[in-house]
């Protein structure tokens, strides 16, 4: 958890980290917390960035952010309503 919790202060933090899942959790937060959807771009799978996307989208209230995908655009979509 203190990796994780150093996503928050230093993005070079996220690309430190070894496990892919803490990995793809660091950035999806950074996301968050700057306001900025291409982050979850630099996760490390196709999971990882539906995750981050839907996310983003649910807690932000933006639909839009789906559109990045293509296979889980309409899960995302269900989850951001």
């Not at 919790?5 to 803490?22: F, G």
């Not at 996301?31 to 291409?38: L, M, P, T």
């Amino acid at each position: 958890m203190q990796k994780i919790d150093a996503c928050y202060s230093n993005k070079s933090e996220c690309e430190k980290i070894t496990d892919s899942a803490d990995f793809n959790f660091c950035y999806l937060l950074k996301a968050q917390k700057e306001n900025r959807a291409s982050l979850c771009e630099k996760t490390r799978s196709d999971g990882g960035r539906h995750v981050c996307y839907q996310s983003y989208a649910r807690n932000k209230k933006d639909c839009s952010v789906c559109d990045k995908l293509t296979e889980y655009r309409d899960i995302c979509r269900k989850a951001c309503q």
